[in-house]
């Protein structure tokens, strides 16, 4: 199971962080990775981090921006987001796969899901 927590509002220029805490599972054998939902638009990639954390990869419009990182002994997955932009404003999801694969931007290749995180970028 999967739990993300940290949206909210913030105005534009400001920062936020996720957490996306895991349960139920090693979450050290877990690829996860970061996706949003804009209103009326599908899901995007954000970032993946592999499993031990040393390494990362980003979707082009959020790179230098966020940062996604991990914690394995609180079983947690962080995603770091600063200078927040208007177009920023989605429901952030956090997910997990078993794959060997790294990266995986597709979220066909997740299996496991959290529930959502608002984050409200107003000018």
């Known amino acids: 199971q999967l739990q993300a927590s940290g949206g909210g509002l913030v105005q534009a220029g400001g920062s936020l962080r996720l957490s996306c805490a895991a349960s139920g599972r090693t979450f050290s054998d877990y690829v996860a990775g970061w996706f949003r939902q804009a209103p009326g638009k599908g899901r995007e990639f954000v970032a993946t981090i592999n499993r031990s954390g ?7 419009s ?39 694969n790294f990266p995986l931007r597709s979220y066909n290749s997740y299996n496991y899901w959290g529930q959502g995180t608002l984050v409200t970028v107003s000018s």
């Open 54 to 60: 040393g390494n990362t990869a980003y979707t082009d």
């Open 62 to 100: 959020v790179k230098g921006q966020f940062t996604i990182s991990r914690d394995n002994a609180k079983n947690t997955v962080y995603l770091q987001m600063n200078s927040l932009k208007r177009e920023d404003t989605a429901v952030y999801y956090c997910a997990a796969t078993r794959s060997v």
